[in-house]
């Protein structure tokens, strides 16, 4: 995976936590901001496909055993005893 140099500006007390975490978790500063940020991507991408895939369920419409037809009238599911 060919790679890009960045250059960031955060702020100095979070550059210090974020080394923190890095060290705590053995990694480096960069392994740490690449995970956030695929993490970041990845839950937004699964987040747009899980919304597609959805959109795409309720056009095509779920089947409920009716084959498109209802036993009852309007009338009747309506009806006041």
């Known amino acids: 995976m060919d790679r890009q140099n960045v250059t960031l500006s955060l702020p100095k007390a979070l550059l210090k936590q974020a ?3 890095a060290a705590q ?3 480096s500063l960069s392994e740490l901001i690449r ?3 695929r993490g970041k991507v ?3 991408t699964g987040y ?3 919304k597609e895939r959805h959109l ?3 056009q095509k ?3 409920l055993g009716t ?3 209802s036993s009852y009238t309007r009338d009747e599911l309506h009806a006041r005893p």
Do not use: C, D, F, R
């Open 42 to 44: 990845e839950q937004q």
């Open 48 to 50: 747009q496909k899980a």
């Open 67 to 69: 084959k498109g037809k």
């Open 56 to 58: 795409s369920l309720l």
């Open 61 to 63: 419409g779920l089947p």
């Open 25 to 27: 978790e053995e990694k």
């Open 19 to 21: 080394k923190i975490v």
């Open 35 to 37: 995970e956030v940020l």
